[in-house]
Protein backbone atom coordinates (compact mmCIF):
# COMPACT_ATOMS: atom_id res chain seq x y z
CA UNK A 1 0.00 0.00 0.00
CA UNK A 2 2.93 2.55 0.91
CA UNK A 3 4.58 2.06 -2.59
CA UNK A 4 1.49 2.90 -4.34
CA UNK A 5 0.57 5.62 -2.31
CA UNK A 6 4.32 7.47 -3.32
CA UNK A 7 3.61 6.16 -6.68
CA UNK A 8 0.39 7.93 -7.49
CA UNK A 9 -0.73 10.98 -7.47
CA UNK A 10 -2.65 12.15 -4.50
CA UNK A 11 -6.40 13.58 -4.77
CA UNK A 12 -8.12 15.22 -1.55
CA UNK A 13 -11.29 14.29 -1.34
CA UNK A 14 -14.43 15.47 0.68
CA UNK A 15 -17.00 13.06 -0.16
CA UNK A 16 -18.56 10.37 -2.79
CA UNK A 17 -18.81 13.57 -5.20
CA UNK A 18 -15.56 14.12 -5.18
CA UNK A 19 -14.16 10.93 -5.14
CA UNK A 20 -16.50 10.48 -8.36
CA UNK A 21 -14.72 13.07 -10.01
CA UNK A 22 -10.91 11.87 -9.27
CA UNK A 23 -11.85 8.37 -10.56
CA UNK A 24 -13.64 10.20 -14.21
CA UNK A 25 -10.17 10.38 -15.85
CA UNK A 26 -10.10 6.50 -15.11
CA UNK A 27 -6.17 6.53 -14.05
CA UNK A 28 -5.11 5.03 -10.87
CA UNK A 29 -4.76 7.52 -7.67
CA UNK A 30 -4.36 7.88 -4.06
CA UNK A 31 -7.10 9.13 -2.02
CA UNK A 32 -6.19 11.84 0.61
CA UNK A 33 -9.12 12.93 3.24
CA UNK A 34 -8.79 16.46 4.13
CA UNK A 35 -6.24 17.35 6.91
CA UNK A 36 -7.62 16.35 10.14
CA UNK A 37 -10.61 14.88 8.81
CA UNK A 38 -10.63 12.00 11.23
CA UNK A 39 -11.22 14.17 13.92
CA UNK A 40 -14.02 15.97 12.37
CA UNK A 41 -15.40 13.55 10.13
CA UNK A 42 -14.06 10.33 12.15
CA UNK A 43 -12.47 7.04 10.74
CA UNK A 44 -15.54 5.41 10.06
CA UNK A 45 -16.80 8.08 7.97
CA UNK A 46 -13.57 7.32 6.01
CA UNK A 47 -13.73 3.80 5.78
CA UNK A 48 -17.24 3.70 4.45
CA UNK A 49 -16.48 6.66 2.24
CA UNK A 50 -13.35 4.28 0.34
CA UNK A 51 -15.55 1.61 0.56
CA UNK A 52 -18.01 2.76 -1.94
CA UNK A 53 -14.94 4.28 -3.86
CA UNK A 54 -13.79 0.63 -4.23
CA UNK A 55 -16.91 -0.45 -5.13
CA UNK A 56 -17.89 1.96 -7.39
CA UNK A 57 -14.56 2.94 -9.11
CA UNK A 58 -13.23 -0.68 -8.80
CA UNK A 59 -9.02 -1.27 -9.97
CA UNK A 60 -8.71 2.56 -9.58
CA UNK A 61 -7.48 3.54 -6.05
CA UNK A 62 -4.14 2.48 -5.13
CA UNK A 63 -3.99 3.82 -1.91
CA UNK A 64 -5.86 5.88 0.60
CA UNK A 65 -4.72 8.11 3.43
CA UNK A 66 -6.93 9.36 6.39
CA UNK A 67 -5.44 12.50 8.02
CA UNK A 68 -5.61 11.91 11.85
CA UNK A 69 -4.20 15.60 12.71
CA UNK A 70 -2.85 15.85 16.30
CA UNK A 71 -5.67 12.88 17.96
CA UNK A 72 -3.73 9.24 18.48
CA UNK A 73 -6.79 8.00 19.76
CA UNK A 74 -8.26 8.50 16.58
CA UNK A 75 -5.52 7.11 14.57
CA UNK A 76 -5.88 3.93 16.80
CA UNK A 77 -9.48 3.81 16.08
CA UNK A 78 -9.18 3.89 12.98
CA UNK A 79 -6.54 1.04 12.81
CA UNK A 80 -8.65 -1.32 15.19
CA UNK A 81 -10.99 -0.48 11.88
CA UNK A 82 -8.82 -1.94 9.57
CA UNK A 83 -7.38 1.57 8.29
CA UNK A 84 -3.74 0.83 7.36
CA UNK A 85 -2.62 4.08 5.89
CA UNK A 86 -2.52 7.42 8.62
CA UNK A 87 -1.36 10.23 8.95
CA UNK A 88 -0.46 11.68 12.14
CA UNK A 89 1.38 14.86 13.12
CA UNK A 90 5.39 13.64 14.59
CA UNK A 91 5.05 16.29 17.16
CA UNK A 92 2.32 14.01 19.26
CA UNK A 93 3.57 12.76 21.96
CA UNK A 94 2.10 9.18 20.75
CA UNK A 95 3.40 9.44 17.40
CA UNK A 96 6.36 6.52 18.49
CA UNK A 97 3.26 4.22 19.93
CA UNK A 98 1.09 4.74 17.39
CA UNK A 99 3.57 4.28 14.28
CA UNK A 100 4.93 1.01 16.40
CA UNK A 101 1.05 -0.24 16.29
CA UNK A 102 0.40 0.01 12.75
CA UNK A 103 3.56 -1.21 11.70
CA UNK A 104 2.39 -4.08 13.89
CA UNK A 105 -0.85 -4.58 11.79
CA UNK A 106 1.00 -3.97 9.07
CA UNK A 107 -0.11 -0.88 8.28
CA UNK A 108 2.22 2.83 7.89
CA UNK A 109 2.02 5.96 9.32
CA UNK A 110 3.27 8.77 7.66
CA UNK A 111 4.57 12.04 9.62
CA UNK A 112 3.35 14.74 6.56
CA UNK A 113 1.24 14.33 3.67
CA UNK A 114 2.08 13.68 0.61
CA UNK A 115 2.01 15.76 -2.34
CA UNK A 116 -1.75 16.77 -3.82
CA UNK A 117 -4.48 18.22 -5.32
CA UNK A 118 -7.17 19.34 -3.17
CA UNK A 119 -10.57 19.32 -5.00
CA UNK A 120 -11.93 21.69 -2.93
CA UNK A 121 -9.83 24.19 -4.23
CA UNK A 122 -10.77 27.04 -6.54
CA UNK A 123 -9.73 25.58 -10.28
CA UNK A 124 -8.70 22.00 -8.70
CA UNK A 125 -11.26 19.83 -11.20
CA UNK A 126 -9.68 21.98 -14.15
CA UNK A 127 -6.31 20.57 -13.10
CA UNK A 128 -7.24 16.73 -12.72
CA UNK A 129 -6.50 15.07 -15.68
CA UNK A 130 -2.69 16.56 -15.80
CA UNK A 131 -2.37 16.11 -12.29
CA UNK A 132 -3.57 12.68 -12.88
CA UNK A 133 -1.19 11.62 -15.65
CA UNK A 134 2.11 13.07 -13.81
CA UNK A 135 3.59 12.00 -10.83
CA UNK A 136 2.59 13.50 -7.91
CA UNK A 137 5.99 15.29 -6.96
CA UNK A 138 6.47 16.54 -10.44
CA UNK A 139 3.83 19.59 -11.04
CA UNK A 140 2.58 22.17 -8.90
CA UNK A 141 -0.95 21.36 -8.09
CA UNK A 142 -1.59 24.80 -7.70
CA UNK A 143 -0.60 26.00 -11.09
CA UNK A 144 -3.13 27.20 -13.20
Known sequence: MLESAT?????????????????????TLTLLSAPAAAIF???G???AL???????FPGLIAADLLDCG????????ALRLDQRTLI???ACPAFGAVRATAAALGGRVWPTRPASLDLAEP???????????????RIDPHRP
Open 7 to 27: QRPAVVVHGLADVALACAPGL
Open 41 to 43: AGP
Open 45 to 47: WWL
Open 50 to 56: IGLAQTR
Open 70 to 77: DAPGLALA
Open 88 to 90: LDP
Open 123 to 137: GAARRLAAWLSHRAG
